[in-house]
């Protein structure tokens, strides 16, 4: 693998050259608030490669929350209809990512593009994207890549890869898109210590997790085995599910979740538009058969659902990786008090019967 | 430097005022963030919040001004409308109770001002009322013979320090999930959560402690609280309180000490030791925070004034996280009563509208959801109807002339959530047709009638309203850009320092159930808030959620315990003939759930529109909530 390493002007350099030939998206820190959001960047000095892990998921810009994605007319005298696609394809850049958002393209990948069926959409949208990751140099609050395999560094799906070390960034590349903009430019390759130093500046960051995270290792593999093999007390799921309002925000933050809806909405001239909206298997309409049935109609239920999706062998096998990918948001945003690695407690307790 | 996507703003979905970003490209709005700096949310929204860009993208919107010709709404230009509007209401006599106005409970602070400006100065009228304000008006009230002003006492950041936390009836986590997330934070974190409520809601199940009383006895209750509370205080006299020397204290302490403790099990179905049991965890807390529910679905006074006086009771209303707060389901109801566009008694268009001989000839609507536009037939036949909303509605109907206004992110405004925190939300998507804000509607009505008012914009609006309204001095937009808003200030009272208990009566609530009449009927809790809600109909998944409901019950249900399912042999979903005892008559499903007391049944909310033949005599009951009850039969 080629390695180079680059200064901070030079990667500054990197994002105004780019963004003459594509949009770069990257994190930003928004100055009222001091939340992160990674987002199209204006200005290249308004990315911020050290802010912490994005408030939203990077899927945000490849399966946003909602989009027009057709639009139709009927005509009746003629008989027939004139449809129009509402997406369109953009080259783009998403500069900085943090593994476990890399990780979560990764599983999103999977399911849109690595089935049966592939998603046009979602495949207009990630075509032409180029994906330059950024490892972690400390975990943020609520972060458990550690446990997921998914950070604090990535090791593969980038196209260029960064890690902040005493002199530089050091940039591997992982693709051949990534080769060929290496190969364009003059950069200065890296040593072999400094190889060494970022594996130990990696290192030092899984050091700097938390006890809870790292303890939690095996225990998510253990929490797996249960889920998996449905060997979790119902009090446990009830107990898990008396907690839930019911609001989706753990599907809508978190990288990998890819449920959606869609709406076939008039507009005020007698077209119609088609909407794609996110949705949430927490929300009791989802899962909603023909027939009136609802197979998962108590809310612990629906939670349960959220789980095995998450931690279950059936679905690793599905993503190729545990669906989770340890990035804490849904810890974040639930109002009840369940977001996964709570949920993991929740199990492991139930496991060694109310100690640790 | 601002990013390019993504804006702040405040949900305006309920009272709660939880802090949002708008994923917008400035045109339209594509998601929504949570915003993890807010003091009450700290990145966290309900299912409401999560889904205002579907509201924000619904293709319902009124976008031009109408006028009805031959029956019709036909397209006019502003000065058309506004012309017309001027000039019939100058053939109406406000003194005399000829024009009514309709505020809303969402309108920012800044159309509520001038909508009051307009009523009063131009079309010279009181006679006004805001939509849904029943219940609150009853909690300001109260709270302002309590603590001097009308308002919430303290703040609901003191939800995440205080050592005790009673929630009075309100079914918090679907009326305002993000407060009743941060209760059940707060139970975590060892704060004592006690639940008031006759059913097992889901806050119930998250509290330490819920007291599943019989239906209207909540007053009561907190009554015989206070009563325990004041056994333990005369017994260790150790506190300096000089509650004591409070106007009304004696006539309350009197009125507790008669309440009966076997009277009170009777009533209520609680063992009067178990509240003594709570009184222990009440005297110790040092910091207390009381909620309940205010508004549409809100308590009746006795209740509230029950809530206020156990609050001055403790002792403990100065500390800094103590709080007494009536939580409001819509998003500015503290705003509109602050702005003086509430229906005091002597001046409330419900009133006059309900009475078939009152003045009322002409009505000024604003926002007014759908479901619960009452006396309808009443409104057809008045002379002349105005309606301005963002959205379409049923209210268009009624109406002669309608104005479009912005929605709330197209549009500077200020808006006041339940705990007094005024806060605002700017204008961050275009305004593609250059629909006016209330504000500059209502100044061009004005001048077409020959009121100059000159505000230049909304923040101008502000810095009026800001002197006119005790509290709200030195507040601005632009400081209150700063942060996340700021509480009025409630010193600017003069009673603000002077607290009183209001007179209670101790009544011991007979249940009007009878052998033949078992079952008491509350109208209550729902699967989701919606308030029968004009907006949230207009959003997709949400709807689709409360669609779910029905789907499963296409004509609503009536929920009742598995005991009295049992007993009475049905199956969740079969159809039961519902009597009451003063013969009206439904057929519906039942659905059967273990929240709910045997011998008591609910129907949500949202039916009413389905069984209003049932409820028509019940007008009172409907607004009165779970406060209360309709002795029915149920049978197979
Ligand atoms: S389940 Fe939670 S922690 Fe795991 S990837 Fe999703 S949001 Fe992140
Ligand atoms: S979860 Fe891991 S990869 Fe993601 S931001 Fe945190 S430390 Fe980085
Ligand atoms: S974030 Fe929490 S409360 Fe919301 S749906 Fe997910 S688990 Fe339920
Ligand atoms: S609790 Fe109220 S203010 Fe908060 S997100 Fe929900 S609807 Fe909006």
Redesign the interface.
């Known amino acids: 693998m080629s390695m180079y390493i680059l200064s901070s002007d030079e990667i500054s350099q990197l994002v105004t050259e780019l963004q003459a030939s594509y949009a770069v998206y990257g994190p930003q820190v928004e100055p009222q608030t001091r939340q992160v959001f990674f987002d199209l960047i204006n200005d290249a000095t308004a990315l911020d490669l050290e802010a912490p892990i994005p408030s939203m998921p990077v899927k945000e810009i490849l399966f946003p929350q909602m989009e027009r994605i057709l639009k139709y007319k009927y005509d009746a005298e003629t008989q027939s209809v004139e449809m129009a696609r509402q997406y369109f394809e953009q080259p783009k850049v998403l500069f900085g990512l943090r593994p476990c958002d890399l990780a979560g393209i990764q599983a999103l990948d999977r399911f849109f593009l690595g089935q049966e069926f592939v998603d046009d959409v979602y495949l207009t949208h990630r075509r032409q994207c180029l994906l330059i990751s950024n490892t972690c140099l400390h975990p943020f609050p609520q972060c458990f890549c550690v446990c997921t395999h998914s950070g604090p560094d990535a090791d593969e799906g980038f196209d260029l890869d960064l890690t902040k070390l005493a002199d530089g960034y050091l940039v591997k590349v992982g693709s051949e898109k990534g080769r060929a903009l290496a190969d364009a430019h003059n950069w200065t390759p890296a040593k072999p210590q400094q190889l060494s130093e970022q594996k130990a500046v990696v290192d030092k960051c899984i050091d700097l997790f938390p006890d809870m995270a790292t303890d939690n290792k095996a225990w998510v593999s253990r929490v797996m085995n249960r889920i998996t093999t449905g060997f979790i007390k119902s009090e446990t799921w009830e107990y898990i599910g008396d907690q839930c309002l019911e609001c989706g925000a753990c599907s809508f933050v978190c990288p990998t979740c890819s449920c959606f809806n869609i709406e076939d909405a008039q507009t005020e001239c007698g077209e119609c538009e088609r909407l794609r909206t996110r949705d949430s298997c927490s929300f009791e309409g989802y899962a909603r058969m023909a027939g009136d049935h609802n197979p998962r109609q108590p809310v612990e239920d629906r939670r349960n659902k959220r789980f095995f999706c998450k931690l279950s062998y059936s679905q690793s096998k599905k993503y190729l990786r545990p669906g989770c990918v340890g990035c804490g948001r849904c810890q974040w945003v639930c109002p009840g008090d369940i977001g996964l690695p709570n949920v993991v407690q929740y199990i492991r307790r139930e496991i060694t019967g109310g100690e640790a | ?6 804006k ?1 703003c405040v949900c305006n979905l309920c009272g709660t005022g939880c802090g949002q ?1 708008l ?1 917008t490209d400035g045109r339209q709005v ?8 807010h003091p009450v949310s700290k ?5 409401r ?2 889904h205002a ?2 509201l924000l ?3 319902e919107r009124i ?1 031009q001004p109408m006028i009805r010709e031959n029956g019709q709404l036909r397209p006019a230009s502003y000065e058309e409308a506004i012309a017309l509007v001027a000039s019939r209401m100058q053939q109406f006599d406000g003194a005399k109770g000829e024009i009514g106005i309709l505020a809303s409970a969402r309108s920012s602070n800044e159309d509520g001002y001038t909508l009051g400006r307009l009523a009063h100065e131009v079309f010279g009228t009181r006679l006004q009322g805001i939509g849904a304000e029943a219940g609150h008006r009853k909690s300001m009230a109260s709270l302002e013979h309590a603590f001097g002003y009308p308002g919430a006492h303290g703040s609901l950041t003191s939800i995440d320090h205080a050592d005790y936390i009673l929630v009075v009836g309100t079914d918090i ?1 679907r009326q305002n ?2 407060i ?3 209760i ?2 707060a139970q ?1 974190r060892g704060a004592r959560v006690v639940t008031l409520s006759s059913s097992r809601t ?1 806050i119930a ?2 509290s330490t402690k819920h007291f599943q009383q019989k239906p209207g006895t909540k007053g009561l209750l907190v009554n015989a609280l206070a009563k325990a509370l004041l056994g333990i205080r005369t017994a260790n006299r150790e506190r300096k309180a000089n509650i004591d020397q409070m106007p009304g204290y004696s006539d309350y302490v009197a009125s507790l000490r008669s309440i009966s403790s076997v009277a009170l099990e009777r009533a209520s179905g609680i063992r009067y030791e178990e509240i003594e049991e709570e009184a222990k965890y009440l005297e110790q807390a040092k910091s207390i925070v009381i909620l309940f529910s205010s508004g549409i679905s809100g308590l009746d006074r006795p209740t509230i004034d029950a809530i206020t006086n156990l609050a001055l009771l403790t002792d403990r209303m100065d500390h800094e996280h103590s709080a007494v707060i009536p939580v409001a389901g819509i998003s500015n109801l503290q705003g509109s009563f602050d702005m003086g566009v509430s229906g005091e008694p002597g001046n409330s268009v419900f009133k006059a509208l309900a009475s078939p001989d009152s003045a009322i000839r002409a009505l000024f609507v604003i926002d007014h959801d759908d479901g619960i536009i009452r006396d309808r037939e009443r409104i057809a036949s008045l002379d002349f109807v105005v309606y301005s909303c963002a959205y379409k509605s049923a209210f268009m109907d009624l109406a002669h002339v309608v104005f479009p206004l912005p929605a709330f992110n197209e549009t500077d405004g200020t808006y006041t959530a339940s705990d007094r925190r005024v806060q605002i939300t700017r204008k961050n998507v275009d305004n593609p047709h250059k629909v006016l804000p209330g504000w500059a509607l209502f100044q061009k009505i004005a001048a077409a009638a020959g009121h100059q008012w000159g505000y230049a914009n909304a923040a101008d609006v502000f810095i009026e309203l800001a002197n006119n309204t005790p509290g709200y001095a030195g507040l601005s937009h632009q400081q209150l850009s ?1 942060g996340f808003g700021q509480h009025w200030n409630p010193q600017a009272f003069p009673n603000s320092r002077r607290r009183k208990f209001n007179a209670i009566n101790i009544e011991y609530w007979e249940s009007p159930t009878t052998p033949e009449f078992p079952f008491a009927l509350m109208i209550g809790k729902a ?2 808030y919606w308030h029968q809600n004009n907006l949230m109909r207009k959003t ?2 949400p709807r ?2 409360y ?3 029905l ?2 019950y296409p004509h609503g249900y009536i929920e009742i315990s598995p005991d009295d399912a049992t007993r009475l042999k049905v199956k969740d979903k079969w159809l039961v003939n519902v009597r009451s005892s003063i013969g009206t008559h439904m057929k519906i499903a039942v659905k059967i759930s273990p929240d709910v007391q045997s011998g008591t049944a609910y129907i949500p909310y949202f039916i009413k529109n389905m069984i209003s033949d049932f409820l028509l005599p019940y007008e009172n009951a409907y607004a009165a909530g779970e406060e209360s009850v309709i002795p029915i039969q149920i049978q197979e």
């Open positions: 430097m601002q990013l390019m996507n993504y702040t970003f994923k594509f998601g929504v963030a949570p915003l993890i700096a990145g966290k929204l309900c299912i919040g999560w860009n579907e993208n619904t293709n976008t986590t999930p993000i009743g997330g941060n059940h934070a975590r889901q199940k998250l700063q699967q989701h997709i998944v689709r959620e669609d779910q409901t789907w499963l």
